[in-house]
């Protein structure tokens, strides 16, 4: 008789899964732009293999090419063989920072200090959110807003529980480290959002970043970073933790998941069949979803919901190529920014003959959106467009009140 | 030498790029066989077609083996530097150069991938019909010089019957058409094109193509059908390839591959110890829906209860689910495996199985059976472990009897996958001396030092400097 099919019982080897079949070359946005193998998931992971096993010796060639990985993890959904490329990688990232093989750009490594202290992080950009309030164009990447200076969304969460005491689904909310420092109008957005269609939103003390950013460097902390949340969002009694950035979301889930459901807050809505926004019927608005890597293929989401994109009231397609990176790739674009420019030229290049008056790329993640709003500003597109997170195209605004076609308890 | 090498590549190609360093060779060891490495001396990608003309014009100075690569997803070991030497990697000849759709032909050069072709030509209505697993990734570059095919070849015919014209770069760096957009011979007396389609590299370096193409067939039904044992399948597969609806595909998967399947998170609920078959029909719409009750018919009479059928998009995807994800999760049980090509007349079909399955328990390797029913062509992969010493070994003596038993019937080496360098030791058990010379001296019309792809096809043709 055959033996069973499974697994062969020999401890596995930490990169085997790999068949070299190449189905991750078509899907890679670094293989793309340059056509080199050692470019490709299947390259890089020839190259660690072979140096782990003592083949290869310590090249800087190794260390340019593992550098110039994106992190999209655009290859793990492509791999037939379910290698887990993201999970291989951040590890193999974080050695080559251990081990002085690669440094981070200092201005990330500063970062990666500040985001562990949020109140800190918080005052510190008090400026930056003012000159975004006051319309200043002070950086490429910064979209414009209107966050709040000072007040948190914490306490923002707390005042619409108590003017509007939804009954429905209670969600911890995480708030993140940049999305409040920098873009907290989008928070605020998210929890009316919620609270309009009866969510319970309660906002954990003592929750932080989510680690995200030292899984994008591979700076030492993001166990620290985890355990903290652990500790906030762990011993409650919630029916779903939601996040409205799809790379903060993936990482927390990798913390709390499988004890607790980390959800994206738009698939969380999806669910819920979220209120309708109404716009005027010759509204020639037209919205272009582009959707963030680390919802497709870090959480595995088949798409933002149709449910969610209709309930925006705006006519909307998908933008090309959507599933691929646009080049943000956490901290891409600053640590590599001359691939990342050229990985968005291709991505943005349709919105200057794209239909529509006005035109908006809507998107789920704080950081797309800035790569997505520096295509005006560096010259890619040339016609005018906004950005936005989906969750504000489906906004009520500060006057809203809980349709009372609600599911009540 | 690797510096003087390297000098000489940069010259050759001053706007494309030269890689040498050990780590920049480490990714073009292996094409899709991964447990096979040959490392390069160096890689080279030309940025155009006319740099990759340049390049050819200075290689034969060079003095080493030349090998031509395009996305390396080949499952023979062909675009894999065995005698070392200088791979020349397709990547950044990607232009689809023109659509003509009133003539129904298209352009292309040689590292354009399926999927990128297969997008492009959707909004007008046609489609290039060779479609190898590798689609996502593979390059017509690849396609041409395998002569590859794929699930609806059965009733579409393989890459040579799509090959309108074929540009190629001899050694010399003479630059010739074999065909054009119109077909045929085009500037030559005899067709040579036919020397190019399959020739893994062997003959030149291929920049651009000419293809054929079709119009979108307008109705598709997907049929899946599961039976309980070889003998039915066969009868089932039997009246398909004789039946008046004409399928475009016939795909099978054994019990085995149904295990795999079902024990794997991309489990559809196939009937253990069942044997599945696929079957798809397409053309114009009326002519099609009428034929779906016969194919349902036939497919129950042959011995099946379990008879699922479909025109909608998702649930046919549905029913290709098993099919398609067979392949990689070959992968999740095993990195390493050989998968055999064989081409076996269709009533040879139960006992060249059989003769899988006694070989492979026997040595205690598994072997799980995904292919192209229709066309009998056979692809038997066989798991191993290649870190396992002799395990290797037993998979090559198995793959040599059934190759044995395989000719013995009347069947072939190969149907699409190419000989390369995996199946060169079976060259001899298909072909006598006198055939082997004369298939030898093609090769060696167009470069007699055997300087392209040595040691693919024919086991000693080495490059001799």
Redesign the interface.
Known sequence: ???P????G?PP?YF????????C??VCPT?KL?????N?P???L??WS?EAAGR??Q????DF?TAECVGCLACET?????VPYGEIFERIRHEHVASHRFTPKLQLRLAAVAVAHPALFNLALLPARLLRRVGLKVHRFLFPGSPPLLKSTAAYADELMLRHRPTGPRVAFLTGCLMEAMFREINFATVRVLIENNVQVIIPEGQGCCGAFQEHTGLDGVETLRERNRRAFGPLEVDAIVSNSSGCGYALGKTLQPDKPVRDVLGFLGELGPVRRQRACDDGTRVYVDLPCHLVHGQKAASIPAKVLDATGYRWELAPKAKDCCGSGGVYNIQKPENAQQILAEKSAFLNEAEGAPVILGTSNHVCMMQWHSAGATGLVTRPYEVSHIIQLLDPGEKFSIPSTSPQP | MKSSLEHQLKALLPRG?V?I????L?????????YKNHLPDAVV?PADAQELAGFMKGAKALEVPVVMRG???SLSGGPVAVQGGVIV?T??LKKIREINTEGFWCEVEC?V?L?DLDATLKPHGVFYPPDPS?G???TLGGNVASNAGGAHCFRYGVTSNYVLGVEAVMLDGSVHCFGGPAGGRGPWREDWKRFMIGSEGTLAAFTRFWLRLLPLPEKVWTFRATYPDLKTTEAAIHALVAHSSYPAAIEMLDP?GV??VE?SQMACGLPEGSFMLLVEIDGPEALVNARVPSVVELLRRAGSNDVMFSDEEALRQKLWKARK?A???????????VVQDAVIPKRALAEVLQLV?DE??AA?I???NVFHAGDGNLHPNFLF?S?VPGELEKVELISKRLMQRVIEVGGTLSGEHGIGDDKSAYMPLVFGPDSMRLQLSVPAAFNPAHQMNPLKVFENRHFIT
Do not use: K
Not at chain 1, 34 to 38: A, K, L, P, Y
Not at chain 2, 26 to 34: E, F, K, T, V
Not at chain 2, 327 to 337: F, I, K, N, W
């Open positions: 008789m055959a033996p099919l499974q697994s062969s020999s080897n085997s899964n790999c068949t070299h079949c190449g189905f070359l078509a293989y340059t056509g080199d193998e050692n490709s299947r390259g890089r020839r190259l072979e290869l010796p090249d800087e060639w190794t090419y492509a791999c037939p063989a379910t | 790029r890689l360093s050990a780590a920049q480490a990714g073009y060891g292996a094409d899709g066989l991964g990608i996305a390396g997803t990697h990547s950044a590292g991938t999927n590798s996502p990734v593979c085995r295990a795999m024990s994800a392949g990689g999760l070959l992968g999740q049980l095993s990195p390493a495996y399955y492979a328990d205690n598994r072997a799980v472990d870190r």
